[in-house]
C-alpha cells in the first residue's frame, strides 16, 4: 500500500476544514446515513465557537489502494508553531487560496514555510461559487508568489484546481486538464452570468476525484526506508491523563511495534549520539490514524504517521530511535514568542465566588500543562510572588488558553500584554515587527491612515482590489505594540466594513514611545449593583461595560469615558421616591447595549494600571489600585518620577 502524507495550509476562512470534512465523506471515512458534525475536526468547543482551527488535526482516507494522511492545521498567525511543525511530518502541501481574496498575509507565511523545505504544493483555487470568485486572476497571483518566493521549477509546475469545498467539487485549472484523471477542465464548466469565471453545475458527477488523483499522481511518497532500524522525529505532541505525553510523528526509518524498547535522544545536531545521553523506554502504546479515528496498532511501519505513547520527556524537535542504532535526525526550530502576560492570583472582592481553582498552585499547574503540547508557549516566574509570566505568539493565542482555563473552573487576574525584546548585535534594543494587511473601501483609506501614522506604521504597499468593486488592499509593517487597542479602533472607524489580518515579520529597531489609550474609563466607586436609572445618566458621557444587575465593586472599570481622564462614579444610584408624580419624572428609561467584554478586547482595552480579572461566572476590568486615593497617589508619584 503507498502513502501519501499531506498537510492543508491556507489563510484563516479559506476554507481548510470544510474541505476536509467533504473529503472524508467522499472517501467513504463516513457511513451513507450517518448523521456527522459540519467541521468535524473542529472538535474543540472553542473552534466551534469561533469557527477557526486552533489544534492541528489528524486525519487519513484511502483512495484506489492508497493511504492518504490529512492533517489539518491552524490558518492563524498565532497558532502558526503548529504549522511549522507539521510540515516537517509531510511530503507535500494542499495549499488552498481563497477564489476572491487571493494569497493573503498566511497564505505568504506557510507557502514559504513549505517551499523551503522542498514539499510538492497541489494549489487549490477554492469557493469558486462565490459571486466575486475571480479564480484566473487569483491563479496568476499564486504563481507569482510562489516565484517571490524562489520556488524550484517543479514547484512552479504545481497542478492547480479550482473547487468549492463546500459543494463537494474540484476541476482542473487551466493548461493543468492533462494532469491525470478525473473530472475535466474548466472548459467544461458554462461561464456565470454576467461576468467571468466558473460556475459549479447543477449535478456534479465526479465531487473531488480530480483532487484525490491530484493528490495520489503529484504528491511524492515518503522518502523513508522501511529495512533499516527504527527512527522517527516527534513533530507534534498530545496528552492522556491515562498515559501520558504522547509523541505523533512520521516514521522515517524501519518498523516499530507495540512493546517494543526505544531510545528518546536529546535536542542537537544530527548524527550518532553517545548511549550515555540517550533516555530508555517502550512503546506502551502504538496509534495510527483511520478517517477521523486514533486506531491502536501492533506495528507500524516507515513513511506512515503514527503516536506513541509511554515514553517520559518526549519534546518537539527529539527523535525517538531503535535501542541499538542511536542516531538523531535534525531538530525542529519555532518561533519563539513575541508577547507576554503576567497571571495572578484573583484578589478582587469577588474573588472565590464562582472559580473552583483559585490559587497559584492550581493555575501553575494547569498552565505547566499546556506548555506540555504547545510548544511556541512559555512559562516562567515573574518578580513578584504569586505571579506567572506566559508568553505567546499573540493576543488570540494567549487569549484561547485563559477562555478555556475559564471555563475549566480557573479564576485569576491578567496583566495587560507587552512585547519582548531582544538585544541586538550592537547593543540596540530590538522588538517584533508584524505585517499588517488591510482590506477596506476606498472612502475610508483616509482614517485608516490617520489612525495608523501615530503607531509607527510604515506602508509596504497599496492596491486596488481586482473585481472586488471599490476596495483597496493596504500592507504595513509596524510594530506589534502599535497593534495593542488598534483592533476595536479600526472596527468603529471602518464601521465593520474593514478587514485587518497581521502576522509576525521581524525583530527591527525600537521604534519609540506609541500613544496608547486615548480615552479615559468610569470607575465604579462603591460595592453594590449597577441600576438602571445611574446607567441611563452615564451612558450620554460613557460607553457602558455593564448592564442593570451586574455586581459592582470599587475600583471596577464599568465603562468608557467619551473624555481622556478617568472618572469615579457610583453606577448603584437609585432614583429618589418623592410624592411628586409628572411625565417627566416617570419617563421611561432607554439604555444602549452594553459593550460586550471579550477576553481579546479586554487584553488590547487596558493600560499599565489596569487588570482584567478572569472568572467562570465573568471577564470584569479593574484598576490595580482599588482605592481612589491610592490611585491618585501613585499617579503624583509617577509624575514626580518622570520630571
Not at 53 to 59: C, F, Q, R, W
Not at 294 to 300: F, G, I, P, S
Not at 308 to 337: F, N, Q, S, Y
Not at 349 to 374: C, D, I, M, N, W
Amino acid at each position: 500500500m503507498s502513502i501519501r502524507n499531506i498537510a492543508i495550509i491556507a489563510h484563516v476562512d479559506h476554507g481548510k476544514t470544510t474541505l476536509v470534512d467533504t473529503m472524508l465523506r467522499q472517501a467513504g471515512v463516513f457511513r451513507a446515513n450517518q448523521q456527522v458534525a459540519e467541521r468535524v475536526l473542529d472538535s474543540n468547543p472553542l473552534e466551534r465557537e469561533r469557527g477557526i482551527t486552533i489544534l492541528s488535526k489528524n486525519a487519513s482516507v484511502r483512495w484506489h489502494g492508497s493511504k492518504i494522511n490529512i492533517v489539518d492545521t491552524p490558518g492563524h498567525a498565532d497558532f502558526g508553531g503548529e504549522v511549522e511543525r507539521i510540515l516537517r511530518m509531510v511530503d507535500g502541501v494542499l495549499l488552498l487560496v481563497d477564489a476572491a481574496e487571493g494569497p493573503m498575509p498566511q497564505t505568504r507565511f506557510v507557502t514559504r514555510k513549505a517551499l523551503a523545505l522542498g514539499l510538492m504544493p497541489v494549489v487549490v483555487i477554492n469557493k469558486i461559487d462565490r459571486s466575486d470568485a475571480r479564480p484566473a486572476e487569483v491563479h496568476d497571483e499564486v504563481l507569482q508568489l510562489f516565484m517571490d518566493l524562489d520556488a524550484t521549477n517543479q514547484q512552479l509546475d504545481a497542478p492547480f484546481l479550482y473547487a468549492s469545498g463546500r459543494d463537494g467539487v474540484a476541476y482542473w485549472g487551466p493548461g493543468t486538464g492533462d494532469r491525470g484523471p478525473g473530472s475535466g477542465s474548466p472548459a467544461n464548466i458554462p461561464s456565470r452570468v454576467p461576468g467571468p469565471g466558473p460556475r459549479i453545475p447543477d449535478e456534479p458527477e465526479a465531487g473531488l476525484t480530480t483532487l484525490f488523483d491530484a493528490i495520489v499522481n503529484h504528491i511524492p511518497a515518503p522518502k523513508a526506508d522501511p529495512n533499516g532500524p527504527f527512527q522517527m522525529l516527534i513533530s507534534t505532541l498530545d496528552h492522556s491523563p491515562y498515559v501520558g505525553r504522547i509523541a505523533i510523528g512520521r516514521i522515517e526509518r524501519g518498523t516499530v511495534h507495540a512493546g517494543e524498547p526505544v531510545a528518546l535522544l536529546p535536542l542537537g545536531e544530527p548524527g550518532l549520539v553517545p548511549p550515555e545521553e540517550a533516555e530508555r523506554g517502550r512503546v506502551l502504546k502504538l496509534f495510527g490514524f483511520e478517517g477521523v479515528e486514533r486506531v491502536e496498532l501492533e506495528e507500524a511501519s516507515a513513511g506512515d504517521i503514527v503516536a506513541l505513547a509511554g515514553l517520559h520527556g518526549v519534546e518537539v524537535g527529539k527523535t525517538v530511535t531503535d535501542g541499538e542504532h542511536l542516531e538523531r535526525l535534525a531538530g525542529i526550530a519555532v518561533e519563539e514568542p513575541t508577547i507576554s502576560v503576567d497571571l495572578m492570583v484573583n484578589d478582587s472582592p469577588f474573588a472565590g465566588r464562582s472559580g473552583k481553582f483559585v490559587t497559584t498552585r492550581q493555575v501553575r499547574e494547569r498552565l505547566y500543562r499546556e506548555v506540555e503540547r504547545k510548544v511556541a508557549m512559555r512559562v516562567g516566574g515573574a518578580d513578584q510572588p504569586d505571579t506567572l509570566t506566559v508568553s505567546g505568539r499573540g493576543e488570540l493565542h494567549l487569549g484561547i488558553l485563559m477562555e478555556t482555563m475559564r471555563r475549566e473552573g480557573y479564576e485569576f487576574q491578567v496583566s495587560r500584554p507587552r512585547v519582548i525584546t531582544r538585544e541586538g548585535e550592537r547593543g540596540e534594543k530590538l522588538e517584533p515587527y508584524e505585517e499588517l494587511l488591510v482590506d477596506v473601501p476606498d472612502g475610508m483609506l483616509g482614517v485608516v491612515m490617520e489612525g495608523l501614522g501615530p503607531r509607527r506604521a510604515q506602508m509596504l504597499d497599496l492596491r486596488n482590489v481586482a473585481g472586488g468593486g471599490a476596495r483597496v488592499h493596504l500592507r504595513f509593517r509596524i510594530p506589534a505594540r502599535g497593534l495593542f487597542g488598534y483592533r476595536s479602533d479600526f472596527l468603529t472607524e471602518t464601521r465593520g466594513e474593514g478587514v485587518l489580518h497581521h502576522r509576525f515579520m521581524e525583530y527591527g529597531a525600537w521604534a519609540g514611545p506609541i500613544p496608547g489609550r486615548t480615552r479615559g474609563v468610569l470607575v465604579a466607586d462603591r460595592e453594590g449593583v449597577a441600576v438602571g436609572y445611574a446607567l441611563f445618566n452615564l451612558q450620554e458621557r460613557a460607553t457602558m461595560f455593564v448592564s442593570p444587575g451586574d455586581p459592582v465593586y470599587q475600583g471596577m472599570i464599568v465603562g468608557e469615558h467619551v473624555r481622556s481622564g478617568d472618572l469615579d462614579v457610583n453606577v448603584s444610584k437609585e432614583k429618589k421616591l418623592t410624592n411628586m408624580r409628572t411625565t417627566a419624572s416617570d419617563e421611561m428609561i432607554r439604555l444602549e447595549p452594553p459593550r460586550q467584554v471579550t477576553l481579546e478586547l479586554a487584553l488590547e482595552y487596558i493600560e499599565d494600571d489596569e487588570l482584567i480579572e478572569v472568572t467562570p461566572g465573568a471577564i470584569r476590568l479593574r484598576k490595580r489600585q482599588l482605592l481612589g486615593v491610592d490611585r491618585r497617589k501613585a499617579s503624583r508619584q509617577a509624575r514626580v518620577a518622570a520630571e
